[in-house]
């Protein structure tokens, strides 16, 4: 695919730069280029087809044999809530002793504690093995997308092609979900309630052991921490900020989840929900893919508050959806603003944390989206199983809502953090 154009950018005197004929997939094929980058992203696109398909497979699984909802994101918040205030502590081991080192280990246990939910769940044991297995595996799992990213950090060496990569993961990321919810989804719905899960332990194994297995790629451990340097990367007002939007934002993603299934299933096509959820993916994908071909001037606290406001305009428009026909368009604009909002949050992470920090820094953005996630999955499975199926798009527009209010009031502070620590930007190399 390559499309010209012939358009203006924000510029810092007029406001306007002109940029001509560029292939929309050449920064992409410049980055994949580097010595062993194809092969660390692709072994890193299938360790993360989990993170699609666990959550949704567990709320397709316990819904359909335990028949009911409330459970069902109830489980799957406890997953997501065990990865959220673990991942960033599995992070900092990474960043001191090495990705192999650490990983392989609870890469290990947590399929294991996937392979005990799936067993669980087949025979509908007591709802507390359930939970006990979420919690092991989710604890376990780490951040797959952090490591990915500060791999990156080691490849490439100009504030451009870091742009370009970070855009391209996170329109892998949303290729995954485009795939991940509809395989899970057919698995479930067409051949056994635990199929998906099977499969994505299958995929977590193949895929993160061949990532880890990737030596020459792989951060050098930073060893102890330098003086100064001990203290949570979470101290710092302006990364409290992106982790409150990124809360939000993981709201939406959870909430999104839980109440596609539903409504789905009361419109009488349950098989549907993985379709529409990759519809919603498929919208960031593109966008993804779009913004990470442009070289941008404009400041990233501006972008990212504009993306999430963006992203609230879309999920307002849940409001009026009362079927799949409108479901479907609504879900493509809201997906639009989501993958520029995450590769901006990552880039301002990136320009706020040490170096030797940041898989940690990295992994709080997905820390971020995995609390909000397990408290979307669990207000939305309360809100259908009270207000009935459309009940879970309201949360989704409350986090939406919530998402641009804090933006916006920290704008200033985001602002200040990003002119005090600006990234390194060659006059042809700015973001």
């Not at 509809?182 to 099977?198: E, K, N, Q, R, Y």
């Not at 949050?345 to 995995?370: C, H, K, M």
């Not at 999955?377 to 309360?382: E, K």
């Not at 933006?407 to 005090?420: D, G």
Request: proline fraction near 5%.
């Amino acid at each position: 695919m390559v499309i010209l154009i012939t358009a203006r950018y924000p510029g810092a005197n007029s406001g306007w730069e002109s940029v001509q004929e560029s292939g929309v997939l050449a920064p992409y094929r410049r980055v994949l280029s580097r010595p062993g980058a194809l092969a660390f992203s692709t072994a890193g696109v299938l360790a993360r087809l989990p993170m699609s398909m666990v959550t949704i497979s567990i709320v397709l699984m316990i819904s359909t044999v335990y028949d009911t909802y409330g459970l069902a994101g109830r489980v799957a918040a406890a997953y997501a809530l065990a990865q959220a205030i673990c991942a960033p502590q599995i992070a900092k081991l990474v960043d001191r002793f090495g990705q192999a080192k650490v990983m392989r280990k609870s890469l290990a246990i947590a399929m294991v504690g996937l392979t005990a939910i799936t067993i669980v769940g087949s025979v509908r044991a007591d709802e507390l093995w359930l939970y006990l297995a979420a919690v092991l595996s989710g604890a376990t799992v780490g951040s797959m997308g952090a490591m990915v990213r500060a791999r990156w950090n080691r490849v490439v060496d100009s504030p451009r092609d870091l742009h370009t990569a970070y855009s391209l993961e996170s329109a892998l990321d949303e290729l995954v979900f485009v795939i991940g919810p509809v395989l899970a989804t057919f698995l479930a719905t067409s051949i056994s309630p635990t199929a998906g899960l099977v499969t994505a332990i299958v995929a977590a194994g193949a895929g993160g052991f061949w990532f880890l297995s990737q030596r020459a790629t792989e951060p050098p451990p930073s060893g102890r921490p330098p003086h100064g340097e001990h203290r949570s990367v979470m101290r710092s007002a302006p990364m409290v900020v992106i982790a409150l939007v990124f809360v939000a934002m993981g709201i939406i993603f959870g909430a999104s989840d839980v109440a596609t299934v539903a409504f789905s299933e009361a419109h009488g096509a349950k098989a549907w929900a993985g379709v529409m959820l990759a519809v919603m993916a498929a919208g960031s994908l593109l966008s993804g893919l779009l913004y990470g071909a442009r070289e941008w001037v404009s400041p990233l606290w501006k972008r990212f508050v504009g993306g999430v406001i963006l992203l609230a305009l879309g999920v307002s428009l849940f409001v009026w959806v009362d079927s799949l026909f409108v479901l479907a368009p609504v879900m493509f604009v809201t997906g639009f603003a989501i993958a520029p909002t995450i590769i901006t949050g990552n880039a301002l992470v990136q320009a706020l944390v040490p170096r030797s920090r940041l898989t940690e820094g990295l992994t709080w953005v997905g820390t971020a989206i995995g609390l909000g996630f397990a408290f979307g999955t669990s207000l939305s499975g309360q809100a259908i199983d009270s207000f009935g199926p459309r009940g879970g798009y309201f949360v989704v527009m409350g986090a939406g809502i919530t998402a641009a209010l804090v933006a916006l009031a920290a704008s200033a502070t985001m602002r200040a953090a990003e002119q005090s620590r600006p990234l390194p930007a060659p006059e042809d190399d700015r973001l």
